[in-house]
C-alpha cells in the first residue's frame, strides 16, 4: 500500500504502465463535477469509477482484494478511513472471482489509515483492503490500472 497526495502524484507516474495515465485523470480540472460511474482512460486497461457514498463502520465491510487490476483510490471529498492487511496467510470469505477481479476475505484489517480529501492510496495484488470506512458521505474515485495486457 501506498498513500500519498495528488500534488506528489509525479513521483508514481512511472510505477507501472498505466499510473500516468490515471494520475492525469485524477489531476483534470474539474474532476469533482464528474457524474458517478465508469470512465473509460484507455481502455479495460486503465479505467475510473467515481463514486458518491456513505461511510460504513469498519465492521460493516470486509476485506477485499484484486489479482488482476491495482487500485488507484482517491478521495474527493468526506472523510474516509481505510483498512489494509496483507493477503498472505488471509483465510477466502467469498472465492476469487475473475470475472470482477474480486476476492473478499475473513479477517480483520492490521491497520486502518485515513485518507483526506486529496490523497490518494494504492493497493497492489498482495494488498487487502477495506475502503469506505467513515460516518458521512464520501466522494471518491477508484482508477483500475491492469497489471498485463488485457
Not at 509525479?10 to 490515471?22: D, I, L, M, Q, T
Not at 472523510?79 to 492487511?85: A, I, K, V
Request: net charge negative; aromatic share 10%; with cysteine.
Amino acid at each position: 500500500m501506498i498513500l500519498d497526495t495528488l500534488k506528489n502524484a509525479a513521483h508514481y507516474a512511472g510505477f507501472r504502465a498505466g499510473c500516468s495515465e490515471a494520475f492525469g485523470f485524477l489531476d483534470q480540472p474539474g474532476i469533482e463535477t464528474l457524474a458517478d460511474g465508469k470512465y473509460e482512460i484507455n481502455g479495460d486497461r486503465v479505467y475510473a469509477i467515481v463514486s458518491r457514498t456513505q461511510g460504513r463502520a469498519v465492521t460493516d465491510g470486509q476485506l477485499e482484494g484484486h489479482r488482476k487490476y491495482i487500485d488507484i483510490q482517491y478521495v474527493i471529498s468526506g472523510e474516509e478511513s481505510m483498512g489494509w492487511g496483507t493477503v498472505e496467510g488471509l483465510e477466502s470469505a467469498v472465492a476469487y472471482d475473475e470475472e470482477k477481479d474480486l476476492e473478499f476475505f475473513k479477517g480483520e484489517p492490521e491497520s486502518i489509515v485515513r485518507v483526506p480529501p486529496g490523497a490518494f492510496a494504492i493497493f497492489l495484488p498482495t494488498d487487502a483492503h477495506l475502503p469506505l470506512i467513515g460516518s458521512g458521505p464520501i466522494h471518491k474515485v477508484v482508477v483500475k490500472v491492469a497489471l498485463n495486457d488485457q
